[in-house]
């Protein structure tokens, strides 16, 4: 379903009672992302999945911050019902869930951040991240969607996904390439890592349980989750091993023990 936020529609699918969980999908993801792993749950959970900006269903709704999705959202949650949630995030799913948490503390109980960031710490950083998305989106435009998924699947982040199965790979690259050239490019240039607020100086204000989950072969965000494990507070750390950047769809099942053992 649609649900309006400020002028922008986002497209939600709300399932299950209980407990309520809100999964938010990484770049080139959608509502699908978690499918096989929340297969494998035997708790009992209300899920939340919304399809970010400039993604799938949502579609280009125009270049939206970081922080003005996090306030939609919390429209959205009000409009639900939802006073009070706790958050799945992967990777730029996991910085939102970061901001959102930071931004809204008082909403927010348990957090799960797959294969995420608090951003770059440095504006020199940010600026060159910007300026490397800012490349992207003319790649995007250049190739179009089915060349920039083909670029965008031979990234050495993305280098573990090749041990999958054919089919399941195929179902991947299907989803990837649901999206828009306009609709990604307003993602980049909007929620991009280097557009985004850098929370690392806030992580200490952090109150809500944060899982962090890594796979053990994704060298880059191991170290950065380590560095964030030593500012959280109320945090625990699990490395999954035999995985990479996506654990969820690597390793849907251990993915799926973790994930519930923290919901417990």
Known sequence: MMIKAEERNYWIEDTGSGPAWLLLHGFTGSTHTFNECLSYLDKKCRFVKIELPGHARTGPVGT???EKFCS???VILDKLGVEE???LGYSLGGRTAL????LYPKRVNRLILESASPGLPSELE???????????????????IKGFVKYWESLPLFETLTKLPEQRRKTIREERLSHSVEGLAQSLQGMGTGSQPSWWDKLEEVRADVLLVTGEEDEKFRSINQHMEHRLSNVSWAEVEGAGHTVHLEKPRVFAKIVEEFMI
Do not use: C
């Open 99 to 102: 901001s959102f948490t930071l």
């Open 72 to 74: 939609d959202l919390s």
């Open 126 to 144: 940010r600026s060159e991240r910007r300026e490397k998305d800012q490349r992207l989106t003319g790649l995007l435009y250049q190739e179009g």
């Open 85 to 87: 949630i706790n958050i």
């Open 64 to 66: 939206v911050s970081m």
